[in-house]
């Protein structure tokens, strides 16, 4: 881990922003009536779980 890039290159921070979102989305109730609420967003919590994993293991640069 030598290289270096921006904060916004970082795959890791986009993926946990958009868990964010659907944090908020379903603390506030806000996604589509007619869906299990808690399941999309338990489902989505462990989906990105594992890609934090997958992209820490991949990741090659240092964000500077």
Do not use: E, Y
């Not at 921006?6 to 806000?30: C, D, E, I």
């Not at 338990?42 to 779980?49: D, P």
């Amino acid at each position: 881990m030598s290289d270096t890039k921006s904060w916004w290159q970082s795959r890791t921070l986009w993926v946990n922003l958009v868990a964010m979102l659907f944090a908020l989305l379903g603390a506030t109730k806000t996604l589509p009536s007619d869906i299990d609420q808690d399941m999309v967003v338990t489902a989505i919590m462990g989906i990105v779980a594992l890609v934090n994993v997958a992209l820490r293991l991949l990741t090659k640069h240092v964000i500077a």
